[in-house]
């Protein structure tokens, strides 16, 4: 720009000052006869001794004029005074390759900046759109012409870097490779898992044909629905594999928690020879575009939660990025690497990365799912109000006077004790009125059962009729009376169950617990108390309490050790663990209530009991903790170690829950 501009002012300069410009190269040629279209046969840099006047370049003609003073001369026509310049550059081009002088290329070009400032002058617009539009096609022309010369000329000579022992590289070397050195080396909290590595150089082409099938499964049905929206043809994968370069773990992390779960952090490095080519098909054109040589450089953090006794154990994993991963690779557009682009390259790093962490990056999480917590853990999900109000028409069981009928009420797939109603003794039209709360853990599953009894003083009680419910056709939070008729067996096929054995009168109520009770990320779970909202929840809910475990327990005379909880005088117990001192239950265990437990207190203690049939020392404390409840009300859970009291170092582990329908 800076050479068009000085080219420029001169022309102007040597128009307004052409009587003092002396241009002139007779001393070399002889002066012919003009005619109507004189033509030029010599143009030349002439110098002029002057402070005054700037060096300047005209094109002589062979009567001597000056190429530029026939423009606008009413004989001589646009199209000739055009053809006179371009002669004239023509031949300064020739002689300056001819010479390979400088002062000639110098003239050629303002000769040619001449021709262009001329015929802007006298065509006006129209030279302007043409000289727009022949820049535009100049322009594209050098880029294809220019990116097939790059995809010709790029070397392919690539040669593999040698490998030499730590031993004879120098200090210089050694401090730039420190960060490549393992993260085992550096920081012992990482260990080594060479194993693993092994494991998945072995099994890597298995691996790589399994993992880009479904990959290639994945991604093909959101390749076709978002196809139409940009009107391309076709997307398709032509090739698609990993390599042969498995990535490597350079060590791996674990954290020990009180949760159930497992949380690890691997460094993982992966410098692969991926081959991913996609023929894009569009307006008859094809295109394909091949990722290469990829390397991707990451530390996630996976957690495995919540530990569950169903095959894998686990129901979810939750993966996160502790920093930034390193993400680069090589994109080939028609056999071209386009990051080698300047600045494409980095925008596309960054753009990567910018996405990747607005995604993936802590405390953001990506969750996936193996198995349905509700039902891999059971954990409860809502409570079923049973009021049973009567029965009619019962059948008779003894033969002697009438039956004693009693009630008893359960959920199927659910290990706690059934409930029972009171005995109405010789009444075959019998009234309770009695209320009982059940733990549902899955309504979609589960039946609530209802068995009438005869009560025997002596021997088996007799079943007088059966009756069930599923919980799906309930209406949560919703009065449900119902009038069940009492049947033989479950078997709809079974002829006894055309006879009448009565009707039992009931009325159920389904109320689904809040999951905002709960934590719902595994970042918010991992804190040992969470914090609810000011102010204490009113009405009922339940109570779970579970027993983890136990450590440094010991018995003076035997350690068989099993925890006892004691809540509004009702008791319950795990399992025994023999000969243990820091014993593992996992057990839970649930309390419904009709109002939150404010002021009451849970009462664990760890007993012992002989393995031996004897009659000294039975039995024995090992220690005891009473818990107040009020702070789980609050926090809604709290998951701690309790000092157990009367013992020297034991501690129990005890998690509280507090729900609310």
Same mark, same amino acid.
């Given at each position: 720009?800076?050479?068009?501009?000085?080219?420029?002012?001169?022309?102007?300069?040597?128009?307004?000052?052409?009587?003092?410009?002396?241009?002139?190269?007779?001393?070399?040629?002889?002066?012919?006869?003009?005619?109507?279209?004189?033509?030029?046969?010599?143009?030349?840099?002439?110098?002029?001794?002057?402070?005054?006047?700037?060096?300047?370049?005209?094109?002589?003609?062979?009567?001597?004029?000056?190429?530029?003073?026939?423009?606008?001369?009413?004989?001589?026509?646009?199209?000739?005074?055009?053809?006179?310049?371009?002669?004239?550059?023509?031949?300064?081009?020739?002689?300056?390759?001819?010479?390979?002088?400088?002062?000639?290329?110098?003239?050629?070009?303002?000769?040619?900046?001449?021709?262009?400032?001329?015929?802007?002058?006298?065509?006006?617009?129209?030279?302007?759109?043409?000289?727009?539009?022949?820049?535009?096609?100049?322009?594209?022309?050098?880029?294809?012409?220019?990116?097939?010369?790059?995809?010709?000329?790029?070397?392919?000579?690539?040669?593999?870097?040698?490998?030499?022992?730590?031993?004879?590289?120098?200090?210089?070397?050694?401090?730039?490779?420190?960060?490549?050195?393992?993260?085992?080396?550096?920081?012992?909290?990482?260990?080594?898992?060479?194993?693993?590595?092994?494991?998945?150089?072995?099994?890597?082409?298995?691996?790589?044909?399994?993992?880009?099938?479904?990959?290639?499964?994945?991604?093909?049905?959101?390749?076709?629905?978002?196809?139409?929206?940009?009107?391309?043809?076709?997307?398709?994968?032509?090739?698609?594999?990993?390599?042969?370069?498995?990535?490597?773990?350079?060590?791996?992390?674990?954290?020990?928690?009180?949760?159930?779960?497992?949380?690890?952090?691997?460094?993982?490095?992966?410098?692969?020879?991926?081959?991913?080519?996609?023929?894009?098909?569009?307006?008859?054109?094809?295109?394909?575009?091949?990722?290469?040589?990829?390397?991707?450089?990451?530390?996630?953090?996976?957690?495995?939660?919540?530990?569950?006794?169903?095959?894998?154990?686990?129901?979810?994993?939750?993966?996160?990025?502790?920093?930034?991963?390193?993400?680069?690779?090589?994109?080939?557009?028609?056999?071209?690497?386009?990051?080698?682009?300047?600045?494409?390259?980095?925008?596309?790093?960054?753009?990567?990365?910018?996405?990747?962490?607005?995604?993936?990056?802590?405390?953001?999480?990506?969750?996936?799912?193996?198995?349905?917590?509700?039902?891999?853990?059971?954990?409860?999900?809502?409570? =079923?109000?049973?009021?049973?109000?009567? /029965? $009619?028409? +019962?059948?008779?069981?003894?033969? !002697?006077?009438?039956? %004693? #009928?009693?009630?008893?009420?359960?959920?199927?797939?659910?290990?706690?004790?059934?409930?029972?109603?009171?005995?109405?003794?010789?009444?075959?039209?019998?009234?309770?009125?009695?209320?009982?709360?059940?733990?549902?853990?899955?309504?979609?599953?589960?039946?609530?059962?209802?068995?009438?009894?005869?009560?025997?003083?002596?021997?088996?009680?007799?079943?007088?009729?059966?009756?069930?419910?599923?919980?799906?056709? =309930?209406?949560?939070?919703?009065?449900? /009376? $119902?009038? +069940?008729?009492?049947?033989?067996? !479950?078997?709809?096929? %079974? #002829?006894?169950?055309?006879?009448?054995?009565?009707?039992?009168?009931?009325?159920?109520?389904?109320?689904?617990?809040?999951?905002?009770?709960?934590?719902?990320?595994?970042?918010?779970?991992?804190?040992?108390?969470?914090?609810?909202?000011?102010?204490?929840?009113?009405?009922?809910?339940?109570?779970?309490?579970?027993?983890?475990?136990?450590?440094?327990?010991?018995?003076?005379?035997?350690?068989?050790?099993?925890?006892?909880?004691?809540?509004?005088?009702?008791?319950?117990?795990?399992?025994?663990?023999?000969?243990?001192?820091?014993?593992?239950?996992?057990?839970?265990?649930?309390?419904?209530?009709?109002?939150?437990?404010?002021?009451?207190?849970?009462?664990?203690?760890?007993?012992?009991?002989?393995?031996?049939?004897?009659?000294?020392?039975?039995?024995?404390?090992?220690?005891?903790?009473?818990?107040?409840?009020?702070?789980?009300?609050?926090?809604?859970?709290?998951?701690?170690?309790?000092?157990?009291?009367?013992?020297?170092?034991?501690?129990?582990?005890?998690?509280?829950?507090?729900?609310?329908?």
């Amino acid at each position: 720009m800076r050479l068009f501009r000085l080219l420029l002012s001169r022309r102007d300069q040597s128009r307004a000052s052409t009587t003092r410009v002396v241009s002139s190269c007779n001393h070399l040629h002889g002066r012919h006869t003009t005619g109507p279209s004189p033509r030029p046969y010599n143009s030349t840099c002439t110098n002029t001794i002057s402070s005054e006047l700037p060096i300047t370049t005209s094109i002589v003609f062979e009567n001597g004029s000056d190429s530029r003073r026939h423009f606008g001369h009413p004989r001589i026509s646009l199209v000739q005074q055009y053809e006179e310049i371009w002669s004239g550059c023509l031949v300064e081009l020739r002689r300056c390759v001819r010479t390979q002088k400088a002062f000639w290329f110098v003239g050629f070009l303002e000769n040619l900046l001449f021709l262009a400032s001329g015929g802007l002058e006298q065509m006006g617009f129209v030279s302007i759109v043409l000289g727009f539009c022949g820049f535009g096609v100049g322009m594209s022309m050098g880029l294809v012409i220019g990116y097939y010369l790059y995809i010709y000329y790029q070397p392919t000579d690539v040669k593999d870097p040698k490998i030499r022992p730590l031993v004879d590289l120098d200090s210089q070397t050694l401090q730039r490779i420190l960060p490549e050195i393992p993260l085992w080396v550096k920081n012992p909290d990482y260990d080594r898992i060479d194993w693993l590595n092994r494991f998945i150089e072995y099994m890597w082409p298995y691996l790589d044909k399994a993992i880009c099938k479904i990959a290639k499964d994945i991604a093909m049905p959101i390749i076709e629905k978002q196809i139409p929206r940009y009107k391309i043809d076709s997307v398709e994968f032509q090739t698609l594999t990993l390599g042969s370069l498995p990535p490597t773990f350079q060590g791996i992390k674990v954290y020990a928690t009180d949760e159930k779960e497992l949380i690890m952090q691997p460094s993982i490095k992966w410098a692969g020879n991926p081959n991913v080519t996609i023929a894009v098909k569009a307006f008859g054109l094809k295109a394909t575009v091949q990722a290469i040589d990829l390397q991707i450089f990451l530390e996630p953090r996976i957690t495995l939660k919540p530990l569950v006794p169903s095959f894998p154990c686990f129901a979810k994993i939750y993966v996160s990025l502790m920093e930034k991963p390193h993400v680069d690779f090589g994109l080939k557009l028609i056999g071209a690497d386009l990051m080698s682009i300047p600045g494409l390259y980095r925008f596309v790093q960054e753009f990567i990365k910018d996405q990747v962490a607005n995604m993936y990056l802590w405390p953001q999480t990506l969750e996936i799912g193996i198995l349905d917590p509700a039902k891999a853990s059971r954990r409860p999900v809502g409570i =079923l109000h049973v009021k049973v109000l009567r /029965a $009619m028409k +019962l059948r008779k069981k003894d033969l !002697l006077g009438a039956s %004693d #009928p009693y009630v008893k009420l359960k959920l199927t797939e659910d290990r706690a004790p059934s409930k029972k109603t009171a005995v109405k003794h010789r009444d075959l039209n019998p009234e309770w009125n009695q209320e009982f709360n059940l733990v549902v853990r899955d309504p979609e599953t589960q039946v609530l059962e209802l068995n009438v009894f005869d009560w025997e003083q002596v021997g088996k009680d007799d079943r007088m009729g059966i009756a069930v419910v599923p919980l799906k056709d =309930l209406t949560p939070d919703k009065p449900n /009376a $119902m009038t +069940l008729n009492l049947l033989k067996t !479950l078997d709809p096929n %079974d #002829p006894q169950n055309d006879k009448s054995r009565g009707q039992l009168f009931v009325e159920l109520t389904y109320k689904p617990l809040k999951e905002d009770d709960l934590p719902k990320s595994f970042e918010e779970e991992s804190k040992m108390v969470q914090k609810a909202p000011a102010g204490t929840p009113a009405g009922g809910g339940l109570l779970v309490v579970i027993v983890h475990e136990a450590q440094d327990v010991e018995g003076k005379h035997h350690t068989n050790p099993y925890a006892r909880i004691l809540f509004r005088g009702e008791e319950r117990r795990t399992k025994h663990v023999k000969k243990n001192r820091d014993p593992r239950w996992g057990e839970e265990f649930t309390f419904t209530l009709e109002e939150p437990p404010i002021n009451d207190k849970l009462h664990v203690e760890v007993v012992s009991t002989s393995s031996r049939i004897g009659i000294l020392h039975p039995k024995e404390s090992l220690g005891y903790v009473d818990i107040n409840l009020s702070d789980v009300v609050s926090n809604k859970r709290i998951n701690e170690k309790h000092h157990l009291i009367d013992s020297r170092n034991g501690r129990i582990q005890v998690e509280l829950q507090w729900r609310t329908a």
